[in-house]
């Protein structure tokens, strides 16, 4: 993968008492513990399930 086309993304809510779609979506984007921090890859896809997590996730400049 090229480094331009990743987006780096750290937990920073917990997702108890949260609905069951969106403690599935942060197992997608490979996120379970909070403070943990993923590359993944920039595609709309992967852009739509951090937006369905927002309040849980932050997008981390480079």
Same mark, same amino acid.
């Given at each position: 993968?090229?480094?331009?086309?990743?987006?780096?993304?750290?937990?920073? @809510?917990?997702?108890?008492?949260?609905?069951?779609?969106?403690?599935?979506?942060?197992? @997608?984007? @490979?996120?379970?513990?909070?403070?943990?921090?993923?590359? #993944?890859?920039?595609?709309?896809?992967?852009? @739509?399930?951090?937006?369905? #997590?927002?309040?849980? #996730?932050? #997008?981390?400049?480079?």
């Amino acid at each position: 993968m090229a480094k331009n086309n990743t987006i780096k993304i750290r937990q920073t @809510g917990s997702p108890i008492r949260r609905p069951k779609d969106q403690r599935a979506t942060l197992i @997608g984007l @490979g996120l379970n513990k909070i403070g943990r921090t993923r590359d #993944v890859q920039d595609t709309p896809a992967m852009r @739509g399930m951090i937006a369905k #997590v927002a309040h849980m #996730v932050e #997008v981390i400049e480079e």
